[in-house]
């Protein structure tokens, strides 16, 4: 049973930081990318970054550009979002999503490409 499973969510004022992390079980973790969507209250659920499985690379949205990283341990089975400069507008549940290298799936921030998603972790930024 694949697992996804956010943490480090909270409350932050508006310029403060906050590291995500996401655990994996239940799946081979260094053969699936990776990648975080947010979900603001009324929206769509939206992409915001993603690394690949070890090359290395990353995509962003350009909201979050220059001040969110995502990385990866493939020995703790373990995605993060490292999350500076926030911004009110940053207020949303926060989900990590991991995508199998198997078949076409689009473009990174294609939702309908991941095959697991977690349960989310809520981040809210005051202004």
């Known amino acids: 049973q694949v697992q996804l499973v956010e943490s480090g969510g909270g409350l932050v004022q508006a310029g403060g930081s906050l590291r995500l992390s996401c655990a994996a079980s239940g799946l081979t973790f260094s053969n699936y990318a990776m990648g975080w969507f947010r979900q603001a209250p009324g929206k769509e659920r939206e992409f915001v970054a993603f690394?690949?499985?070890?090359?290395?690379?990353?995509y962003y949205a350009d909201a979050v550009k220059g001040r969110f990283t995502i990385s990866r341990d493939n020995a703790q089975n373990t995605v993060y979002l490292q999350m500076h400069n926030l911004k009110p507008e940053d207020t949303a549940i926060y989900y990590c999503?991991?995508?199998?290298?198997?078949?076409?799936?689009?473009?990174?921030?294609?939702?309908?490409?991941?095959?697991?998603w977690g349960q989310g972790t809520p981040v809210t930024v005051s202004s």
């Open positions: 690394r690949s499985r070890s090359s290395g690379v990353t």
């Open positions: 999503a991991a995508r199998s290298f198997l078949g076409n799936r689009g473009a990174p921030n294609n939702i309908n490409g991941y095959d697991y």
